[in-house]
C-alpha cells in the first residue's frame, strides 16, 4: 500500500506587514505573542510569533504591492513533505518548484516546503520542520 500524507496541523499564516516593530508590538502587547526567531538579511526580514499553538510568520514590506494582499500563504504542516508533494502531484496539484526547497534559517534546524496555487489563487504551502 502506497505512503500517503497526513496534514499534522497548521504550520503558520504568513502576514505581510509594514513597519516590523509596529506589528510585534501589536501582537505581542494586544494579543500576547511572543518572538520565537527572527530572520533578518539584506532582502528579507522575517519575524516569527507564537500563542500556544498559534504561529504566525510576519513578513515585512509592502502589502498594497503584493497581489496575495496581507495573507501571503498559508502553511500546512506535513509529517513527509516528499510524500506529500508526491500524492498531491499524482492528483494534478502544481507546485512553484520542482523540487523540495531547504531552507536551513527557518526553524532551528530548518525545514523543506514547497508551494502551491489552489483553486482561486491563494497561496498555500507544505512544510515539514526539520
Known amino acids: 500500500m502506497p505512503k ?11 502576514i505581510v506587514v509594514s513597519d516590523m516593530d509596529r506589528s510585534v508590538a501589536f501582537y505581542r502587547d494586544m494579543l ?5 526567531w527572527e530572520v533578518k538579511n539584506e532582502k528579507d ?3 516569527f510569533m507564537s ?6 510568520e510576519l513578513m515585512e514590506g509592502d502589502p498594497a504591492s503584493r497581489k496575495d ?6 502553511s500546512l504542516l506535513v509529517g513527509n513533505a ?3 508533494k508526491d500524492e498531491l502531484e499524482a492528483k494534478g496539484v502544481v507546485f512553484e518548484s520542482k523540487k523540495l526547497i531547504f531552507d536551513a534559517e527557518l526553524y532551528p534546524k530548518g525545514e523543506l516546503f514547497a508551494m502551491f496555487r489552489g483553486p ?3 497561496r498555500l504551502q507544505i512544510e515539514q520542520i526539520l
Not at 494582499?69 to 498559508?74: E, P
Request: aromatic share 8%.
Open 45 to 47: 526580514h522575517w519575524v
Open 120 to 122: 482561486d489563487g491563494e
Open 69 to 74: 494582499g496581507h495573507v501571503n500563504h498559508l
Open 51 to 56: 500563542n500556544n499553538s498559534c504561529i504566525i
Open 32 to 36: 500576547g505573542f511572543r518572538v520565537e
Open 82 to 84: 516528499q510524500i506529500a
Open 4 to 14: 500517503t500524507f497526513r496534514i499534522m496541523g497548521l504550520g503558520h499564516v504568513s
